[in-house]
């Protein structure tokens, strides 16, 4: 096999072969093939994209490329979750122990923060003692003590993606579909999982901003896992305004202990309460996700899912005697209020505004290796929709620096559109939900 073949038809749109998908990615990681031949391979795979058919093929030897976590001491079944990522989504730290409580097993490996997004691991990095770094058989001990276990992706997971998203980077091919869909799912089922639920995110904070492209992308992961036999479900779910009323590291986790608490604000209830839903019906637990969602709310009520998050957080190294009395005292040296300059209606905020604020105060990084805050953030006092009088608080930002507070607070500012009308007129969806695509 000649890898200048395999680019010859690609370039003419003609579909490959398992063969010689595998005859690539082995040839790549091997370092046979040189980067300039990917290169070329990826150019025209973002001009002539892929069936689902062949992503699967992709995505099956990209997943061959590393290390394969079987998790063989546990029952199963292994369900997660994966964000495309978004402004506020502390998602996961709510829905891993719901799931958890209700007789799933996550095996939860998550990112960090980079760009406007925010990442699990630096929010659950901000509870003091705890440890984003598991051993495999920790990670399988605790699991099988509290449900659920999170941690960093191990470096020896699917170096093909590692190597291949370096070089989509500089070849401007990050955002051809199948590449996408290849890269996130080999990770995902190379790390345990055994069905997964996306949160494809949509809007001006999200990786896609519109549904049309979403919608791409969910099909493309739904109908990709359909290939591999494996049970999929891709929620599409609207990112143009922050989830929640914190953006942070360990404000999200204080927003995620209230929602365990029953506290939740409604926009982060109903997005968690539908994508642990579609991971029940997915384990097996449930038929129908109203069936899920019902089992879900009695969790938050009887206080079992809440228990299973501090027993994770005791198992994982932190305290969760201190977590709980820090709940709403743990802050930044600095904050700053924004007042409304009007009476009116909130109509609008910008999520990627406000994820780009969060990267001047230190919530996210623009680089990997860049440090974070653990305490700053912005904590919304009003949300799209709220009436706010002149002078009201709108908003408060914490940081670590004064300087950057105030470029951090115009920016923010700039972000929450405001009229005197009585009434929204870019009224955010009446749900959250904008689409279900499933494969089970
Ligand atoms: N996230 C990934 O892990 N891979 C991509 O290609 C895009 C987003």
Redesign the pocket.
Known sequence: MRMTDIIMKKRAGEAHSPEEIKFLIQGYVSGEIPEYQISAWLMAVYFQSMSFTEAGYLTRSMIDSGKVFHLKGLKGPLVDKHS??GVGDKLSLILAPIAASCGLQIPMMS?RALGHTGGTLDKLDSINGYSTALSEKDFQEIIKKCGFAMTGQSKDVVPA?RLM?AL?DVTAT?ESIP??????MS?KFAEGAQSLIFDVKCGSGA?MKTQDDARALAESLVETGRSLGRKVVAVITDMNEPLGKMVGNFLEVEESILALQGQGPEDVMEVTYRLTAWMLVAGGICTTVEEAETLCRKKIHSGEALQAFLENVKLQGGDPEELLAQVGKRRSKYSRDILSGRTGIIQSIDSFAVGLAGVTLGVGRNKTEDPVEPLAGIEFHKKTGDRVNKSERLCTLYGEDPDLLKEAARVVENSMVIEESSTIKKNKPASLILEEITAL
């Open positions: 495309t990522g990112g993606d998203y989509r990050v590449l996408i869909t290849a890269s996130i990770k990786f």
